[in-house]
C-alpha cells in the first residue's frame, strides 16, 4: 500500500517491479483467455447441433473441407535444407529465413532447434481441462442422436504418449543453453516475451520473474525449482501453431544480441495508467515484400521513430539487405506460403488478394535489428501485410487505410503521430497531423546522403 501510494505523489515505479507485474498478468490473461475460448467453443458446438441433421453434417463436411486442403498444402512445402533448390515454403518458418541469409551473405542473428515435438507430443503437454460431466453428457448425447457413435472407440494417439518422458525433454532440451539466450518456436516468440519486449523494461533474456515460490519465468522458458525447461504450453505459440501449419513444431534457442540504437520514450502501452512511464526499445525495421518487390519499410517501434537523416540511412540499408535475400529467392524459385492467404483464394469475398498477392510469388516481411555486433542483421521473416491478417504494417498506421485494402504500404515510414494509436484500428489513416511521417523512396534517399555525408565529414576530422 504505501509503494502504490508512492506512485500517485508521482514516484516513479521500479523496473524490476513492473516486471514482475506484467509476467503475472501475463500468465493469468492466458488462463482466463484459454477458459473463455472453451466457453466459446462449448457454446458454437451446441449451436452446431442445434441445427437439423442434413445442416450439421453439411457443417462438418465444410470443416473436413478446410482440413484436408490445409492438409494438401502444407505437405507440399519444402524443409530448411532443401531451400537453396527453391519451392514453397511457409513463411512464419524461422528456420528457412536463417538458411536464405545464409544463401544472401546477410548477417543474421543464429537460432539452433533444441527441441522438436509432434503434434501428439504438443497436444498431451498443453493441461487437460476438466468440463462438467453435464455438459459432455449432454454434448454427446446429442452428437450420437445425429452421428451414432461405434461402442468401441480407438484410444487418442496422445494417450500412448508418456507425459514423464516428455516433461523430461523439455528440461533436458535447456541443459546446454547460455544463460544470455532466449527460447522461441520456429513460428514465432512467446506471450511473456512480446509482452516485456512491449512496455521497453527488458534488456537481457537472463532476467527471471517470479510468479510463485518455485516457479519463475523467463524468455521463452521456465525454472522450476532449479532447473529450466521450455515453455512449451505459451498460449501464444500454441494458437500460431494450429493455424495450419506443418504436423511438428520446433523450438530454438537464440542469443540475445545487444542492439547498437535504443530509442527512449513514454510508452503508449501504459499511458494514463498507474504504470505510465518510459521505454526503452531497440532500434528495428520492417521491409515488406508484395509480389516480389520490396514496397516499403518501417520502423519496428513507430511510437520511438524520428524523421532524422539516420533513420533514413538505416532504413534504407534494411532494404538492401532485404533485396538480397529477395534476389536469392527469386533465383531460387522460391514461393512463400501463408494459410490464411492460401485458404482465402477460393472465396468470392476475397478476390482483390490474388491481385495483390498473387499465387506462387513472393509476399512477405522481413524484419532486421542494429546490433552492436553483427551491425544490421536479419532477426526474422513473417507473413505479408495483408487485409484478413498477417504483419503488421508498423509506421504505415498513419497512411491511407481502407477496410478492404488494409495499410497501404508505400515509402518509407519512420514514426507516427501522436494522434494514431497502434491499438486503435479507428485511428488509422486518420490523422489530423500535418507532420511528414512516410517519406517517398526519393525523399528518403536524399535524407539518407546526409547522414552519410556527417559520417564522412566525421572521418575526415578524425583523420
Same mark, same amino acid.
Given at each position: 500500500m504505501i509503494y502504490l501510494f508512492s506512485l500517485h505523489r508521482g514516484y516513479t515505479m521500479e523496473k524490476s517491479y513492473l516486471n514482475r507485474l506484467i509476467a503475472n498478468l501475463t500468465l493469468q490473461s492466458e488462463q482466463r483467455n484459454s477458459n473463455l475460448q472453451i466457453r466459446r467453443l462449448f457454446a458454437a458446438a451446441f449451436k452446431t447441433l442445434n441445427k437439423s441433421k442434413?445442416?450439421?453434417?453439411?457443417?462438418?463436411?465444410?470443416?473436413?473441407?478446410?482440413?484436408?486442403?490445409?492438409?494438401?498444402?502444407?505437405?507440399?512445402?519444402i524443409e530448411p535444407e532443401q531451400i537453396k533448390n527453391g519451392g514453397s515454403f511457409d513463411t512464419m518458418d524461422l528456420r528457412h529465413w536463417i538458411e536464405l541469409a545464409k544463401l544472401s551473405n546477410v548477417p543474421y542473428i543464429e537460432g539452433d532447434v533444441i527441441l522438436t515435438l509432434s503434434e501428439e507430443e504438443y497436444e498431451k503437454?498443453?493441461?487437460?481441462?476438466?468440463?462438467?460431466?453435464?455438459?459432455?453428457?449432454?454434448?454427446?448425447?446429442?452428437?450420437?442422436?445425429?452421428?451414432?457413435?461405434?461402442?468401441n472407440i480407438s484410444k487418442n494417439e496422445t494417450e500412448s504418449v508418456d507425459t514423464t518422458l516428455l516433461r523430461d525433454k523439455l528440461f533436458t532440451a535447456m541443459d546446454n543453453v547460455p544463460a544470455n539466450y532466449m527460447v522461441r518456436s520456429h513460428?514465432?516468440?512467446?506471450?511473456m516475451l512480446k509482452s516485456l519486449a512491449g512496455i521497453g523494461t527488458v534488456d537481457s533474456p537472463d532476467k527471471l520473474f517470479q510468479v510463485d515460490e518455485t516457479i519463475t519465468v523467463g524468455a521463452g522458458h521456465v525454472t522450476v525449482g532449479n532447473r529450466r525447461m521450455v515453455d512449451a504450453t505459451d498460449d501464444r505459440i500454441m494458437k500460431t501453431f494450429v493455424s495450419g501449419h506443418k504436423p511438428e513444431i520446433?523450438?530454438?534457442?537464440?542469443?540475445?544480441?545487444?542492439?547498437?540504437?535504443?530509442?527512449?520514450?513514454?510508452?503508449?502501452?501504459?499511458? =494514463? +495508467?498507474?504504470?505510465?512511464?518510459? %521505454?526503452?526499445?531497440?532500434?528495428e525495421w520492417r521491409v515488406f515484400i508484395e509480389n516480389n518487390k520490396i514496397v516499403g519499410v518501417s520502423t519496428y517501434y513507430p511510437w520511438i521513430g524520428?524523421?532524422?537523416?539516420?533513420?533514413a540511412f538505416k532504413a534504407l540499408e534494411a532494404v538492401n539487405l532485404a533485396q538480397k535475400i529477395l534476389d536469392t529467392m527469386i533465383e531460387s524459385n522460391c514461393v512463400t506460403k501463408h494459410m490464411d492467404t492460401e485458404l482465402s483464394r477460393d472465396s468470392k469475398h476475397f478476390d482483390f488478394m490474388n491481385d495483390k498477392f498473387p499465387e506462387n510469388t513472393i509476399s512477405c516481411t522481413l524484419d532486421f535489428m542494429e546490433t552492436e555486433e553483427l551491425g544490421m542483421a536479419l532477426l526474422e521473416g513473417g507473413p505479408a501485410h495483408t487485409p484478413i491478417g498477417g504483419a503488421h504494417p508498423c509506421g504505415f498506421i498513419? =497512411? +491511407?487505410?481502407?477496410?478492404?485494402? %488494409?495499410?497501404?504500404?508505400?515509402?518509407?515510414?519512420?514514426?507516427?503521430?501522436?494522434?494514431?494509436?497502434?491499438?486503435?484500428?479507428?485511428?488509422?489513416?486518420r490523422s489530423n497531423s500535418t507532420e511528414k511521417c512516410i517519406l517517398t523512396w526519393d525523399e528518403a534517399k536524399t535524407l539518407a546522403y546526409q547522414y552519410e555525408e556527417e559520417k564522412e565529414n566525421t572521418y575526415r576530422m578524425k583523420l
Open positions: 442434413s445442416n450439421f453434417l453439411e457443417t462438418i463436411d465444410k470443416i473436413n473441407k478446410i482440413e484436408e486442403k490445409i492438409l494438401t498444402e502444407t505437405s507440399t512445402w503437454l498443453h493441461k487437460e481441462i476438466q468440463i462438467p460431466d453435464f455438459i459432455t453428457n449432454s454434448f454427446n448425447k446429442r452428437l450420437n442422436n445425429i452421428i451414432p457413435q461405434p461402442e513460428l514465432c516468440g512467446g506471450n520446433h523450438f530454438l534457442a537464440r542469443p540475445w544480441m545487444k542492439p547498437k540504437r535504443y530509442g527512449v520514450c513514454e510508452d503508449p502501452h501504459r499511458h =494514463g +495508467s498507474a504504470f505510465a512511464g518510459k %521505454g526503452m526499445w531497440p532500434h524520428e524523421v532524422t537523416a539516420e533513420n498513419s =497512411g +491511407s487505410f481502407n477496410n478492404k485494402l %488494409g495499410c497501404n504500404i508505400n515509402g518509407v515510414a519512420l514514426k507516427i503521430p501522436s494522434d494514431v494509436i497502434l491499438a486503435d484500428i479507428q485511428t488509422w489513416g
